[in-house]
């Protein structure tokens, strides 16, 4: 994990900064981390670099600093996600670190940067001469944001940090209306005005005073790629297996043992497709979330007695496990973590003091069709109505008429933009799960994933994302490209029924044989759901009481030019919601409570740098100003040891102590914590829940 932050002033000095640097670290509310801070002799810039072990790189891996022999000559390289060569010797699966990418680039440009490589990531460059420049991988999957304003130049990729340099911001209201209307935010707009995500294909580029930010029609379309569709389709095929394996070999050598996520569905088998391809069999253990009863389950426990894989069923836990405080703090706690930039479907705000891998199937919607396959794509107006006909245009139904409208246009003018930069009618559903939903909602997602583990997507490869758009919507339809990964890497695996679901008949004439459509595994009736706070918000009438007591303390929100109060008091008040509603319902809240400051800055403890990675971590700290031990042991629940002789006697002694801010631990029970700023009481009204934030912030019981 590397957060970074390059800040370059101009016509205002940098010395103010770069004296609140401390306050940066303090604003990310991580515990363990490294930080590296660049400043030249001239301090024409402040590069800082905030890192920690994980389960690919060392602290070192992921930064690179170079002093020149000549006065205010420094250059500097920071990462952050994962990368490595697309064509490199299979006998020498390593992830490039921090130094490789400097030396590429000081011989190569970004494309060619981009071009040669696979992952997920982004760094910050800087040459000697000062010339700074920033990029992600073509998908965004890890977000950069920058600025220019109050005569700077800010460059992060994290939104908080911008945010903690500017001081006073703007909350993008209109932007984050998205958040309720769709689940994420459409565009490269953020939860601030005056500062953008970097669009996909898009670099920044630094030097002197003027940042420029070069940006590039859609990758995804690619006339080379196109033409090969025809002729050489078979190579471009078996290239884009061989690419994906070796995103599986490098971790793999890297990783073994990581737990893969078995489901029903084709996502997950194709990634165990590639980790036989790689032959990756012997190091890999597998886990399923759910029932015995659910079709997951089933078919997951199926392939793992085929291949002899040990496999876990992780039993979904019933709502009574977490009080209804519990919830509410996770929501605000998720909204601090992702700075209110996912409308994600659940509401994390967890823990974590483990490093591990997990291998995950995201990108593969990229070629699976997303949306309907009956849609009409026609015109403009057809192809921006794609969010109605699967049911996610303010889902839950609180938007006011006005704004509906508003927010349609929006859509239409985004089509617009696509098909300027050269995309297809036909494709416009996948076109914005890519570039719109990958980064807005998986990428942001796995940044808050990422600061406690690390999920690599093995199917994410250009090359078969330009391919899947070169072959077209009727074989992404067919999940023509799926078909042909699980079956190249192991035919029992395309044979094996699917839960709930089959293959599309249409694959036939593709297939070695025609016994490969098998009616799926159903999901049985009465099968619970519960285990998230979806349930919770339907079946608790205390969660939404407390939900209540805040929405109605804010009787002159800005945000209810857009949304319809009485809408959303309904729709908190209903029993049963849909799956869609509470989705945008959770988008509603997110901005809601970003707009007014509601966050909890839950503190993420990462395992120490001596700790062997992939091993659960039991942490001694003492909180800042307090004699009391605690033990903080990855869950949710702290153990009090009271003193030093029980600390000893529990076995921990060779431990040292950490030092904590006393929100490291805010939920142990007697604990007599301060409201946090970030939690404070709106000026006009009043409600119990808040008034009452210091008690449930400090005697929440984990159970």
Same mark, same amino acid.
């Given at each position: 994990?590397?957060?970074?932050?390059?800040?370059?002033?101009?016509?205002?000095?940098?010395?103010?900064?770069?004296?609140?640097?401390?306050?940066?670290?303090?604003?990310?509310?991580?515990?363990?981390?490294?930080?590296?801070?660049?400043?030249?002799?001239?301090?024409?810039?402040?590069?800082?670099?905030?890192?920690?072990? *994980?389960?690919?790189?060392?602290?070192? *891996?992921?930064?690179?600093?170079?002093?020149?022999?000549?006065?205010?000559?420094?250059?500097?390289?920071?990462?952050?996600?994962?990368?490595?060569?697309?064509?490199?010797?299979?006998?020498?699966?390593?992830?490039?670190?921090?130094?490789?990418?400097?030396?590429?680039?000081?011989?190569?440009?970004?494309?060619?940067?981009?071009?040669?490589?696979?992952?997920?990531?982004?760094?910050?460059?800087?040459?000697?001469?000062?010339?700074?420049?920033?990029?992600?991988?073509?998908?965004?999957?890890?977000?950069?944001?920058? /600025?220019?304003?109050?005569?700077?130049?800010?460059?992060?990729?994290?939104?908080?940090?911008?945010?903690?340099?500017?001081?006073?911001?703007?909350?993008?209201?209109?932007?984050?209306?998205?958040?309720?209307?769709?689940?994420? =935010?459409?565009?490269?707009?953020?939860?601030?005005?005056?500062?953008? $995500?970097?669009? &996909?294909?898009?670099?920044?580029?630094?030097?002197?005073?003027?940042?420029?930010?070069?940006?590039?029609?859609?990758?995804?379309?690619? !006339?080379?790629?196109?033409?090969?569709?025809?002729?050489?389709?078979?190579?471009?095929?078996?290239?884009?297996?061989?690419?994906?394996?070796?995103?599986?070999?490098?971790?793999?050598?890297?990783?073994?043992?990581?737990?893969? !996520?078995?489901?029903?569905?084709?996502?997950? $088998?194709?990634?165990?497709?590639?980790?036989?391809?790689?032959?990756?069999?012997?190091?890999?253990?597998?886990?399923?979330?759910?029932?015995?009863?659910?079709?997951?389950?089933?078919?997951?426990? &199926?392939?793992?007695?085929?291949?002899?894989?040990?496999?876990?069923?992780?039993?979904?836990?019933?709502? /009574?496990?977490?009080?209804?405080?519990?919830?509410? $703090?996770?929501?605000?706690?998720?909204?601090?973590?992702?700075?209110?930039?996912?409308?994600?479907?659940?509401?994390?705000?967890?823990?974590?003091?483990?490093?591990?891998?997990?291998?995950?199937?995201?990108?593969?919607?990229?070629?699976?069709?997303?949306?309907?396959?009956?849609?009409?794509?026609?015109?403009?107006?057809?192809?921006?109505?794609?969010?109605?006909?699967?049911?996610?245009?303010?889902?839950?139904?609180?938007?006011?008429?006005?704004?509906?409208?508003?927010?349609?246009?929006?859509?239409?003018? $985004?089509?617009?933009?696509?098909?300027?930069?050269?995309?297809?009618?036909?494709?416009?559903?996948?076109?914005?799960?890519?570039?719109?939903? =990958?980064?807005?909602?998986?990428?942001?997602?796995?940044?808050?994933?990422?600061?406690?583990?690390?999920?690599?997507?093995?199917?994410?490869?250009?090359?078969?994302?330009?391919?899947?758009?070169?072959?077209?919507?009727? &074989?992404?339809?067919?999940?023509?490209?799926?078909?042909?990964?699980?079956?190249?890497?192991?035919?029992?695996?395309?044979?094996?029924?699917?839960?709930?679901?089959?293959?599309?008949?249409?694959?036939?004439?593709?297939?070695?044989?025609?016994?490969?459509?098998?009616?799926?595994?159903?999901? !049985?009736?009465?099968?619970?759901?519960?285990?998230?706070?979806?349930?919770?918000?339907?079946?608790?009438?205390?969660?939404?009481?407390?939900?209540? *007591?805040?929405?109605?303390?804010?009787?002159?929100?800005?945000?209810?030019?857009?949304?319809?109060?009485?809408?959303?008091?309904?729709?908190?008040?209903? *029993?049963?919601?849909?799956?869609?509603?509470?989705?945008?319902?959770?988008?509603?809240? /997110?901005?809601?409570?970003?707009?007014?400051?509601?966050?909890?800055?839950?503190?993420?403890?990462?395992?120490?740098?001596?700790?062997?990675?992939?091993? !659960?971590?039991?942490?001694?700290?003492?909180?800042?100003?307090?004699?009391?031990?605690?033990?903080?042991?990855?869950?949710?629940?702290?153990?009090?040891?009271?003193?030093?002789?029980?600390?000893?006697?529990?076995?921990?002694?060779?431990?040292?102590?950490?030092?904590?801010?006393?929100?490291?631990?805010?939920?142990?029970?007697?604990?007599?914590?301060?409201?946090?700023?970030?939690?404070?009481?709106?000026?006009?009204?009043?409600?119990?829940?808040?008034?009452?934030?210091?008690?449930?912030?400090?005697? /929440?019981?984990?159970?």
């Amino acid at each position: 994990m590397g957060i970074f932050l390059y800040i370059k002033p101009y016509g205002r000095p940098l010395a103010p900064l770069v004296e609140s640097w401390s306050a940066y670290i303090q604003a990310l509310n991580i515990q363990y981390l490294e930080h590296h801070i660049v400043i030249p002799d001239d301090q024409s810039f402040c590069a800082a670099h905030f890192t920690c072990n *994980d389960t690919l790189y060392t602290t070192d *891996d992921q930064t690179h600093v170079l002093t020149g022999e000549r006065a205010n000559t420094v250059g500097f390289t920071f990462l952050q996600g994962y990368v490595w060569e697309k064509d490199a010797d299979n006998s020498s699966n390593e992830a490039l670190n921090a130094k490789s990418i400097s030396q590429w680039l000081k011989h190569g440009d970004v494309e060619n940067f981009r071009d040669s490589c696979n992952g997920e990531y982004s760094v910050v460059h800087g040459a000697s001469d000062g010339t700074m420049v920033a990029f992600s991988d073509r998908l965004c999957v890890e977000n950069i944001y920058y /600025t220019e304003q109050n005569g700077l130049h800010i460059v992060s990729n994290r939104l908080r940090l911008i945010k903690e340099v500017l001081g006073t911001v703007d909350v993008n209201t209109e932007n984050m209306v998205w958040l309720g209307m769709v689940g994420y =935010i459409i565009g490269e707009g953020t939860s601030i005005k005056k500062v953008n $995500r970097l669009p &996909q294909g898009a670099c920044i580029k630094i030097q002197g005073d003027t940042l420029s930010v070069q940006k590039r029609a859609l990758f995804m379309y690619d !006339p080379e790629i196109r033409k090969q569709a025809v002729s050489h389709l078979d190579h471009l095929l078996m290239q884009g297996i061989r690419e994906c394996t070796r995103n599986v070999a490098v971790c793999l050598e890297n990783v073994p043992g990581a737990p893969v !996520p078995l489901s029903g569905g084709k996502d997950s $088998r194709a990634v165990l497709g590639l980790i036989l391809r790689a032959g990756g069999l012997e190091k890999i253990t597998s886990f399923t979330n759910g029932f015995e009863e659910h079709p997951d389950v089933v078919v997951a426990k &199926q392939i793992a007695t085929y291949f002899g894989i040990n496999h876990k069923i992780n039993v979904t836990k019933p709502p /009574t496990t977490l009080s209804s405080e519990d919830i509410f $703090r996770k929501l605000a706690a998720s909204v601090f973590q992702t700075d209110g930039m996912l409308g994600g479907f659940d509401a994390r705000g967890s823990h974590s003091a483990e490093n591990k891998l997990v291998y995950a199937g995201h990108v593969g919607e990229v070629y699976r069709g997303y949306g309907r396959k009956d849609a009409d794509l026609s015109s403009v107006r057809a192809a921006a109505q794609m969010f109605h006909i699967i049911k996610l245009f303010d889902p839950a139904n609180i938007t006011n008429n006005e704004c509906k409208h508003y927010f349609e246009k929006m859509l239409e003018e $985004r089509v617009h933009f696509y098909l300027d930069e050269g995309g297809a009618l036909e494709d416009i559903p996948e076109l914005i799960y890519t570039v719109e939903r =990958i980064p807005n909602w998986v990428g942001i997602l796995r940044r808050h994933d990422g600061y406690s583990c690390r999920i690599i997507n093995p199917l994410n490869t250009e090359t078969f994302i330009r391919l899947s758009f070169a072959l077209g919507r009727h &074989q992404r339809n067919i999940e023509r490209i799926h078909f042909e990964i699980i079956k190249h890497c192991n035919n029992w695996l395309v044979e094996l029924p699917f839960a709930n679901a089959k293959w599309d008949s249409r694959l036939g004439e593709y297939a070695e044989s025609s016994d490969f459509i098998k009616e799926p595994v159903p999901v !049985p009736p009465g099968i619970p759901t519960f285990g998230s706070w979806q349930t919770q918000l339907n079946d608790s009438v205390t969660l939404r009481k407390m939900i209540m *007591d805040v929405i109605s303390s804010y009787p002159q929100s800005p945000v209810w030019a857009y949304f319809d109060r009485n809408m959303v008091e309904r729709s908190i008040l209903k *029993d049963r919601k849909s799956t869609h509603a509470l989705i945008g319902l959770y988008g509603f809240l /997110t901005l809601f409570f970003y707009q007014h400051g509601i966050e909890v800055p839950m503190k993420l403890h990462l395992a120490p740098k001596d700790r062997p990675l992939g091993k !659960p971590t039991s942490i001694p700290i003492r909180p800042n100003g307090n004699n009391t031990l605690y033990v903080y042991n990855g869950a949710l629940s702290k153990q009090m040891m009271g003193t030093r002789d029980d600390f000893v006697r529990s076995g921990l002694s060779r431990e040292r102590i950490f030092e904590t801010h006393p929100l490291a631990i805010r939920s142990i029970p007697g604990d007599n914590m301060p409201i946090p700023t970030q939690m404070r009481q709106p000026s006009t009204g009043t409600f119990s829940f808040l008034r009452n934030l210091v008690g449930f912030l400090s005697s /929440t019981k984990h159970k």
